[in-house]
């Protein structure tokens, strides 16, 4: 099938660019129509990008070429099923996110609100932007504007604690994308080009040491946003921005975005082929191991509840890159649908989190005995999207696991698959003691009671808990996660 030529990826990425504008317009005086523009802008975002999802899920392709930025280097955009699959998930949760966001701030009656759903309609369109990138470059200048429009977020509440987070977010992150543009360099001379292709670019140039030595450039500069240790420092520091960052952090923008470049590294430039010829799939297999075990371990240690998360993604990532290492079919599918099953889970348990905290004030595990019999639809929804990370059949955690499991084994190491009971086996010891004490035990003597919060942010807490469920009962229904990983399956690999 021709490409189709269409603006429309463009539009995706102004639709919230130009709302970003308006709402800096409208700002503090007009509360309820900078709030209807951030509506709007996740709205118009999610039908764009919606409306280009058919075509590309019979396998069409939608391109855009845009200035040329030196002769042979173009700003270029291009949706193939893999660019969709995140777009259309990003689009998605950030409907959710917004308003759960005008819940949050206005509950906490937090200051610098333009500035802050600014900052967000810029976050998003730079996700979009590396979505739809066509190459490598195009794929840098967005993964960097994602990095400066999520500073302000990070440093929202400007607290010490909050500006050391931010400097420490800056370092790593930047120092990522200079390792990027690195190899984007490398990659041009070799090649000629930084073209993404199903199948990679890479094979037939350079000598296998000059390729090792490149797969190790783009593991650093996408691993910091990936958080693959020891690479992950800035991820729970920056638990000191608003919870609807955290979720933004977490579950939509800035990590999967370091996933979905090192997904685009392996199977778009470097091919299955040249990374089976190389060896590269184990030794990254290895290192994302590491990863989702000693990330949970330091899990376990965390009594503040968004650490505590925060160590837990830096774990759950790395089922993706793992999926993504281990080079066969299962494993990609299911390395590729836990984008989507993780983003579910975890934004669910980051809303929870932060309705706990506007309702009580408190962060700390310690402190939240007994509050599931004052806040139960939270503290339900919580505890479903808990129980879906651990793996519980008919939960979307669990179609990640069994494609991973079965890809290990399409692969030959057993030893992979005793990696994911034993990350499953610590899910269950950090998160079975909050759900029991939350249901079990009984709160402090004298401590205030607290009801669920309001609906702008129970509302989106059940949506993306319904999300957790329907993908792990009806995964194989056409358009889910699953049939589009499915799709890119086969084009990579095929």
Not at 127 to 155: D, R, S
Not at 360 to 380: D, R, Y
Request: proline letters at 5%.
């Amino acid at each position: 099938m021709e490409p189709v030529h269409s603006i429309r990826p463009v539009l995706a990425i102004l639709a919230s660019l130009i709302c970003a504008a308006l709402i800096v317009i409208t700002g503090e005086r007009r509360r309820n129509l900078r709030e209807f523009w951030t509506l709007f802008a996740s709205l118009s975002k999610y039908i764009i990008v919606a409306s280009m999802f058919p075509l590309v899920y019979h396998g069409g392709v939608y391109e855009f070429v845009g200035h040329t930025i030196v002769p042979g280097i173009e700003l270029s955009f291009r949706v193939d099923a893999f660019g969709m699959f995140f777009a259309f998930l990003a689009s998605m949760l950030w409907i959710p996110t917004s308003i759960y966001s005008i819940g949050y701030v206005r509950s906490l009656h937090e200051h610098a609100q333009t500035r802050y759903f600014f900052a967000f309609a810029v976050c998003m369109s730079s996700v979009i932007g590396i979505a739809f990138a066509a190459n490598l470059i195009t794929l840098y200048i967005f993964y960097e504007m994602l990095t400066m429009a999520t500073f302000p977020l990070v440093i929202h509440k400007e607290t010490p604690e909050a500006l050391c987070a931010g400097k420490k977010y800056l370092a790593y992150t930047l120092t990522g994308g200079a390792f990027i543009l690195l190899g984007t360099a490398i990659t041009y001379v070799l090649t000629g080009t930084l073209a993404f292709a199903d199948h990679g670019i890479l094979m037939d140039h350079g000598t296998p040491e000059m390729l090792r030595a490149l797969f190790v450039i783009f593991v650093i500069g996408f691993g910091v946003k990936a958080a693959i240790m020891p690479l992950h420092g800035w991820l729970p520091s920056a638990m000191v921005a608003p919870t609807p960052v955290s979720a933004l952090l977490h579950a939509v923008a800035v990590v999967k975005a370091g996933v979905f470049g090192l997904i685009r590294v392996v199977y778009y430039i470097y091919g299955v082929d040249l990374m089976r010829e190389l060896g590269l799939g184990l030794p990254l297999a290895v290192a994302a191991s590491i990863t989702i075990i000693v990330g949970s371990v330091l899990a376990l240690k965390q009594d503040n509840l968004k650490k505590l998360l925060a160590y837990s993604t830096v774990s759950q990532l790395s089922y993706i890159v793992l999926g993504a290492a281990l080079l066969t079919p299962s494993a990609t599918a299911g390395g590729i649908i836990h984008i989507a099953n993780q983003a579910f889970m975890k934004i669910t348990l980051f809303f929870c989190a932060g309705a706990i905290f506007v309702q009580t004030g408190k962060k700390n595990i310690s402190e939240m005995n007994g509050i599931g019999k004052t806040m139960p639809l939270t503290m339900i929804c919580f505890s479903i999207a808990a129980t879906g990370m651990i793996g519980v059949p008919l939960l979307c955690g669990f179609i990640t696991k069994w494609y991973l499991c079965v890809g290990a084994l399409e692969a030959g190491y057993l030893i992979f698959i005793g990696v994911l009971l034993v990350s499953a086996l610590l899910n269950v010891a950090y998160f079975f003691p909050i759900i029991y004490n939350a249901f079990f035990m009984e709160p402090e003597k004298g401590a205030k009671m607290h009801n669920d919060p309001n609906w702008w942010i129970l509302l989106p807490i059940v949506i993306c808990t319904l999300g957790v469920v329907i993908l792990g009962v009806t995964p194989s229904v056409p358009y889910t996660p699953l049939r589009l990983a499915t799709i890119i399956v086969q084009q990579v690999l095929g």
